[in-house]
Every structure is written in structure tokens, then in C-alpha cells.
């Protein structure tokens, strides 16, 4: 009797441990994967920094989803502009679910009708190199946060 509840005990500990790990949280000996982020996006800047957009999140292991993205920020900017056909790539997650959230975003702009982006974002380990060109007037240097959400 005694091992019966010694071994119900144990299963119940284990499934609140479980339980307790936040949802999507990966485990040590789950493998790397590669994600690919490709994206829209369109903004403003006048000292406050903002822009919206969406997107697909493809992952090497079969996970995709669709994905809105906001950038929020302040600095000595100025300017509209757009970004259509960006791309990305997320490192150092174990799933999609790693991959939504919020980066922190340092750059320094120049572009006047053609622009180009070109910034690496970082979210503890996992890093999100981006890439785009578009079009638009923006000067200046920014300081913000890139989220990455469900629609």
C-alpha cells in the first residue's frame, strides 16, 4: 500500500512541476531549431517611434504561424516609412512558441525614398537578425522594443 501511494505521490509532484513550466518553455534536451521570420512593415517617427506589421514565422522542424508585429521606441528620429518583403532569422529556440515576445531594438537609420534595415535583436539567449529594404525618409537613432505576437 505504502508504494502505491509513494507512486501516486510522485506522479502527482511531477504534474505539478509540469504544470508549473510557463507554456512553450522548452526543455534542456529538446533539439535547436531554425525559424525564419518574413514580414511587412509600415511606421512613423517624430522623436516617438512606431510601426505595425504582420507576418509568417517558418520553423525548420514544420511549425509556422502567422504573426503581427509591433515596434515602439524614442530617440532623435524622424520620418515615414515601410518595409515590404523583410526577413528574419530567429536563434537559439527549441520551438515557435520561443519566438513570441518582446526584442530589444538599437539602431541607427538613414534612408531617403529607397531605404534599407539591417538590425540584430535580442530576447535573453535567442537573437532575431533582420533585413529589409523599402521605402520612405527616416533619420535618426532609436532606441525601442520589436514585438513579436499572435495575430
Known sequence: MNKRLTALASLALSGVLLAALPAGQARADEPMVKCNLSYNLHGWSIIYKHAEGTGTVTCNNGQTAPVKITVVGGGLTAGKYRIENGKGEISKVHGIA??????????AEAGVVKSAQAQVLTKGETSLALSGTGQGIDLGVSVGKFTIARP
Not at 520561443?98 to 539602431?107: K, S
Open 98 to 107: 520561443e519566438v513570441f515576445g518582446d526584442y530589444v531594438q538599437a539602431g
